[in-house]
């Protein structure tokens, strides 16, 4: 039986791929470590937390000494790691938590592989990042798997960090890895402080939306399953020492998406068409604000076979659904201060 590290599983693709991996390889022993922060929820896993291949264990990547008790003692055959502070707003209110988890959790992690795989053992090291590590395109252009590394916010830079460590791990110690660079993903599980459940909760609550700047800056939108798929493609299928960009070719400016959120949340709210919009407030824009990402997804395609499987207009109206269906879950992971916490945010900018 091979055992798999899942790090950061109690997030929000994490357990997606947590639950993707549990159910279609029951020869595959799952390990899900999560320190469980605030972004991090053992309810977005309820479906498998008693499946006989999975296993919770609630630890910090940043503690060395435990991270290589761990591996020592579980012996892993290969490790998908997820785990990281993710939100660019928080990273730029405390960068040093950022340096912690991201760029010290990675490199704990690759010492502790490093130090119980051997030569010609079939281990695999995979490192999820993100597209942000490229920096801000201008209207034109892609990012591609030769784009220089040009990250712009904290987040970005320790993400930045962490995948050139991989790489000199691969290179200096032949470490087996691979890494894969995605764009903004949306769906079930989200924390309701990123962009598309944030504002979701917000207009079902009929509290403020904050758009930064003019809301034209541009995303690139993957349905989170899709990312999971990739992922288990990238794992199984990836050329160890390569990178991967995955990307849905799905860019939209922000405002137009927010429009589309709030016509669709009239629509299921039963409200008169336009009422969600009134909730649209443009506030401060976010400091280094990168205008645009844009993936292009042609390697994975062309090498590996994956493409997106969710049409947008689709995955939007299912996302919007899942969350006004899930109360449980959104009370749940907004509970405790939250709500104080993001009004103290609204009302800085
Ligand atoms: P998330 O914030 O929803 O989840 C992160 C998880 O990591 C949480 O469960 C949290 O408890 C855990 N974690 C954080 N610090 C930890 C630590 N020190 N030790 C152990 N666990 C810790 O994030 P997400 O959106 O699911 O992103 C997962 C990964 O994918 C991240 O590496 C992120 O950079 C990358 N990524 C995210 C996106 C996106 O759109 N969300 C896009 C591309 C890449
Ligand atoms: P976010 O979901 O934080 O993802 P990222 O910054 O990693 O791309 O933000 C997506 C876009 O939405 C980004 O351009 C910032 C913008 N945004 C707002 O306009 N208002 C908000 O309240 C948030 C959270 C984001």
Redesign the pocket.
Known sequence: MKSILI????????SHVVRLFVNKYPEYKITN?????Y??NLANLQDVENMSNYEFVK????DGDFILKLFNERKFDAVIH??????VDRSIANPTEFV??NVV?TVNLLNAAKHIWRENDDNLFYH????EVYGSLGEDGMFTEETRYDPHSPYSAS?ASSDHFVRAYHDTFGLPVVISN????YGSY??PE?LIPLFINNIKNNRPLPVYGKGENIRDWLWVEDHAAAIDVVFHKGKVGDTYNIGGFNEWKNIDLIRVICRVMDKKLDRTNGESEKLITFVKDRAGHDLRYAIDATKIKNELGWEPSLQFEEGIEKTIGWYLENTGWLESVTSGDYQKYYDDQYRRR
């Open positions: 790090t950061g599983g109690a997030g929000f693709i994490g470590l999560d320190k469980l922060t972004a991090g630890g910090d990547i940043v997820l785990a990281a502070e993710s939100h912690l988890a959790g999820i990042s993100t597209d993400k995605c764009s903004n993903n989200q924390f990123k």
